[in-house]
């Protein structure tokens, strides 16, 4: 059974960091591309980065370059996101998910999710 | 990117059908057979409903099903039930980055 979980969120100042955590199991992780999307509150789905098989390719939406970093370890089937510089509009609900194998073109599976609260 | 077009609500008597719309520009919606659709219980994770325009997941019933007309794509629940009452969100690939544009989500209400 595929499973995802996320772990890490909590409540941070206005420009302090965090490490969102992503553990992965029931399939072999080191073959997808891995996503974070995340949620504000009472508001809609927003993806934020991407991340390739082996690491060599990383991508980010705008709001989030310069300060957010994702990364993976394939030896310990897991998915991260360094948060830097946090911001009260990064506040939300974050989901590690899985792309879909041959035509990354949707997100199969999903991770229950972390709650992030930027507040001073 | 902006976010896709999605009616704010929809609802529906038990047994009925509904259909949700979701309106994008050729960039994403148009330009791409890479639709997904996307059904959330409140303070649940998103779960996979159809992807690539029409195709259902394992599991999914086929009661879902996606259609796609220019730069409009459209999910079709028949037979409402109950616990089909949730948000639903398309989501269309866009090629450039961000390569994912999620669309404003519908709340579904079974009445």
């Known amino acids: 059974e595929v499973q995802l979980v996320e772990s890490g969120g909590g409540l941070v100042q206005p420009g302090g960091s965090l490490r969102l955590s992503c553990a992965a199991s029931?399939?072999?992780?080191?073959?997808?591309?891995m996503s974070w999307v995340r949620q504000a509150p009472g508001k809609g789905l927003e993806w934020v980065a991407n991340?390739?098989?082996?690491?060599?390719?990383?991508y980010y939406v705008d709001s989030v370059k310069g300060r957010f970093t994702i990364s993976r370890d394939n030896a310990k089937n897991s998915l991260y996101l360094q948060m830097n510089s946090l911001r009260a509009e990064d506040t939300a609900v974050y989901y590690c998910?899985?792309?879909?194998?041959?035509?990354?073109?949707?997100?199969?599976?999903w991770g229950q999710g972390t709650l992030v609260t930027v507040s001073s | 990117q902006s976010a896709l077009t999605q009616p704010r609500s929809v609802s529906g008597s038990p047994g009925q059908s509904v259909t949700i719309s979701c309106t994008g520009t050729s960039s994403d919606v148009g330009g791409y057979n890479y639709v997904s659709w996307y059904q959330q219980h409140p303070g649940k994770a998103p779960k996979l409903m159809i992807y690539d325009v029409s195709k259902r997941p394992s599991g999914v019933p086929d009661r879902f099903s996606g259609s796609k007309s220019g730069n409009t794509a459209s999910l079709t629940i028949s037979g409402l039930q109950a616990e089909d009452e949730a948000d639903y969100y398309c989501c269309s690939y866009a090629g450039s980055y961000p390569p994912y544009v999620f669309g404003t989500g519908t709340k579904v209400t079974v009445l």
């Open positions: 998910a899985r792309e879909l194998y041959r035509t990354r073109s949707a997100f199969d599976y």
């Open positions: 991340i390739k098989q082996d690491g060599s390719e990383k």
């Open positions: 029931g399939f072999t992780f080191s073959s997808y591309w």
